[in-house]
């Protein structure tokens, strides 16, 4: 069971594969991992005494950051996010901790959730890919429905009194035009965060029909 790996410079966390979206250009379609991992896809979610454990066996000096990021929605285990966290700030304090969501944790617990972040993570990356509602449902497929837009904009700007650093971005991809972009660069320049166009990775998987 791949718990951590490493990827380029950072230590990547694979907590769940747990997600309320099913976006077309998502990479749980191309293969079972990433640069050349074993399979991201877990028999079980491994719990909190195995995820420190596995951080315990790496060197985190090694790494430039801490990367909750794996094949499913991080924030779909936020207790345990948050405890590992916790122990890789106690074991190395310098260490950046990054989270990699779809922003839709409010809507998977029921409630706010910046707040617990304060002090433990200092990177927010935000999957923003798309401008309006009505797109976004028809690229990422929430099961919240067509409100998980707008919740998704709202944990943002949550974010902003919490985390140090908030980054909302898109995908450079056939579903995301020029026209596209723009639109999305003035949102994020509205609401106050960075924006960052992702690079398309395609592994042979195109786009369905309904995101062209």
Same mark, same amino acid.
């Given at each position: 069971?791949?718990?951590?790996?490493?990827?380029?410079?950072? $230590?990547?966390?694979?907590?769940?594969?747990?997600?309320?979206?099913?976006?077309?250009?998502? =990479?749980?379609?191309?293969? %079972?991992?990433?640069?050349? @991992?074993?399979?991201?896809?877990?028999?079980?979610?491994?719990?909190?005494?195995?995820?420190?454990?596995?951080?315990?066996?790496?060197? $985190?000096?090694?790494?430039?950051?801490?990367?909750?990021?794996?094949?499913?929605?991080? /924030?779909?285990?936020?207790?345990?996010?948050?405890?590992?966290?916790? +122990?890789?700030?106690? /074991?190395?304090?310098? =260490?950046?901790?990054?989270?990699? /969501?779809?922003?839709?944790?409010?809507?998977? +617990?029921?409630?706010? @959730?910046?707040?617990? $972040?304060?002090? =433990?993570?200092?990177?927010?990356?935000? !999957? $923003?890919?798309? #401008?309006?509602?009505?797109?976004?449902?028809?690229?990422? +497929? %929430?099961?919240?429905?067509?409100?998980?837009?707008?919740?998704?904009?709202?944990?943002?700007? #949550?974010?902003?009194?919490?985390?140090?650093?908030?980054?909302? @971005?898109?995908?450079? #991809? %056939?579903?995301?035009?020029?026209?596209?972009?723009?639109?999305?660069?003035?949102?994020?320049?509205?609401?106050?965060?960075?924006?960052?166009?992702?690079?398309?990775?395609?592994?042979?998987?195109?786009?369905?029909? !309904?995101?062209?």
């Amino acid at each position: 069971m791949v718990i951590t790996y490493p990827y380029r410079t950072g $230590l990547y966390v694979n907590l769940t594969n747990r997600c309320p979206c099913a976006c077309e250009f998502c =990479l749980r379609r191309n293969g %079972p991992g990433v640069n050349g @991992t074993d399979s991201l896809w877990l028999e079980r979610e491994p719990t909190v005494e195995e995820v420190l454990a596995d951080l315990d066996a790496r060197s $985190l000096g090694d790494f430039s950051e801490l990367v909750f990021c794996g094949y499913g929605e991080p /924030t779909e285990r936020l207790d345990v996010l948050l405890a590992a966290a916790r +122990h890789a700030k106690e /074991t190395k304090p310098d =260490l950046k901790v990054r989270i990699n /969501t779809n922003g839709l944790s409010d809507l998977i +617990h029921g409630g706010p @959730t910046a707040s617990r $972040l304060k002090g =433990l993570v200092d990177v927010v990356s935000i !999957s $923003l890919n798309a #401008s309006d509602p009505e797109r976004y449902r028809e690229i990422c +497929h %929430p099961k919240f429905g067509l409100g998980s837009w707008q919740a998704m904009i709202d944990f943002a700007q #949550s974010c902003k009194a919490y985390v140090p650093d908030v980054v909302m @971005t898109i995908v450079d #991809s %056939p579903v995301t035009t020029p026209e596209e972009q723009a639109k999305c660069r003035a949102i994020t320049d509205r609401i106050g965060v960075r924006l960052r166009i992702r690079p398309y990775e395609n592994l042979g998987v195109e786009p369905s029909a !309904s995101a062209r």
